[in-house]
């Protein structure tokens, strides 16, 4: 399996969009209250053996996007993720009152999976 799959397998559950890279809506459609979107910003060998990499280390962003405050959801990602084995490395939030969901809490895991 994938680490996207694996993600999004993951993240399915809570019932809100998750898109790899960026949630994109059709002409006219308004976003959703929620969304999440997520990306890989560094994928390195981690364990070798014998010359041949035996695991690979993914460090991925998830951005919980909310037209409220996204405490909830988030939390509900943070749980989703732990449960599949990933590590959180860092969490912060922004707020940008001009765009449609303006509450944005962005997350960063750690995940090895073997090869």
Not at 60 to 75: F, R
Not at 83 to 108: C, H, Q, W
């Amino acid at each position: 399996m994938s680490i996207n799959s694996t993600i999004t397998s993951a993240l399915d559950p809570l019932g809100v969009p998750v898109a790899f890279h960026e949630y994109v809506t059709d002409d006219g459609e308004v976003k959703p209250p929620f969304y999440i979107e997520f990306f890989t910003y560094l994928q390195q060998g981690d364990n070798f053996a014998d010359d041949v990499e035996k695991s690979t280390s993914y460090s991925v962003q998830v951005d919980v996007y909310g037209q409220s405050p996204t405490d909830n959801l988030a939390k509900q990602v943070k749980t989703a993720l732990l449960a599949k084995g990933f590590i959180r490395t860092a969490e912060y939030e922004l707020f940008n009152k001009a765009d449609v969901n303006p509450y944005r809490k962005m997350m960063s895991f750690r995940a090895v999976i073997d090869n």
